[in-house]
């Protein structure tokens, strides 16, 4: 069904089939666009200090069914179609909702042969984009440790730090967020992700751009590779924006009376879309 800024929310089916019995991750560098390597090395430029070494993730959607993500080790500024990892999107579903599921079968569903008969395995937080896919059809999905957010995420106000927008372009970049308690990586932050998320579809009636998570990082969500890179640069400024005006004497946000009709506001619909290729 469409629902606010056109997003289109569709659930898997929840019941088990026949394809969840052949879990598959497979190296299939034509199913990596150019498009997603390029945004991921530009998410991970050194000088944007989105992340470091070998950490962040990104995906995009293949099919309805399949998405290309990070593997895991791999440095995103560096990153080649050799450097991705295609999965189902069902079967690691049937994971997230089995509460019997183990690390070790997640483990094993993500990791793919070589030609060579080496292994590699997509990143441990390649749930985090599988359950973004169990309510919208986003085409691109990013996942990034920006130091001042981290600072934030970090801090004794984690959790309503974002509440409120303290700037106009903020908001219309960002949206409303959702913020996510922190959970060790894998199946355990995955399941967390998945039940949260669920919680701000059921009250909003669409999937947030911007995903907050506690003592951990961010996660961006849009139909386009600009959006994407819009959403996790303008996060890291509103961090700034915060930490900035705590030194100033403290922050002032902008009251919800002021922002309550703005998602009603054609021209501000437009501008959002615009500016980050929001549109879904």
Same mark, same amino acid.
């Given at each position: ?7 289109? &929310? ?9 394809? @969840? ?58 990153? @080649? ?17 089995? $509460? ?27 749930? +985090? ?11 691109? +999905? ?17 959790? @309503?730090?974002?509440?409120? $927008? ?34 701000? +579809? ?5 999937? $947030? ?11 961006? &969500? ?8 819009? &959403? ?49």
């Amino acid at each position: 069904m469409t629902l606010a800024f056109g997003v289109r &929310i569709h659930r898997f089916s929840e019941e088990g089939h026949e394809g @969840t019995k052949n879990m598959t991750a497979r190296m299939h560098a034509d199913s990596v666009s150019d498009e997603l390597v390029a945004l991921t090395r530009r998410l991970g430029e050194p000088a944007r200090d989105l992340v470091i070494l070998a950490e962040g993730n990104t995906s995009e959607l293949v099919s309805d069914r399949t998405i290309s993500v990070k593997a895991s080790g791999s440095a995103m500024a560096e990153a @080649t179609r050799d450097d991705f990892v295609t999965v189902d999107l069902e079967p690691l579903l049937q994971i997230l909702r089995d $509460p019997a599921a183990s690390q070790e079968a997640l483990t094993a569903a993500l990791t793919a042969t070589r030609a060579d008969g080496g292994t590699v395995r997509a990143s441990i937080e390649s749930l +985090v984009h599988v359950a973004v896919r169990a309510f919208v059809p986003a085409k691109f +999905v990013a996942h990034t440790h920006p130091t001042d957010v981290v600072a934030l995420l970090a801090s004794a106000e984690a959790e @309503t730090a974002f509440v409120d $927008p303290v700037y106009s372009e903020e908001f219309m970049i960002l949206g409303r967020s959702l913020y996510v308690p922190y959970a060790e990586p894998g199946i355990v932050l995955g399941r967390v992700f998945l039940e949260h998320l669920d919680s701000y +579809v059921q009250e909003h009636g669409e999937t $947030p751009s911007l995903v907050l998570l506690g003592n951990h990082g961010i996660v961006a &969500i849009s139909d386009s590779a600009a959006g994407v890179e819009a &959403i996790s640069m303008m996060a890291v400024k509103s961090a700034r924006v915060r930490l900035g005006a705590r030194l100033a004497g403290g922050v002032a946000p902008l009251s919800a009376e002021t922002t309550a009709h703005y998602f009603d506001r054609p021209d501000f619909r437009e501008r959002r879309a615009a500016l980050a290729g929001l549109q879904r």
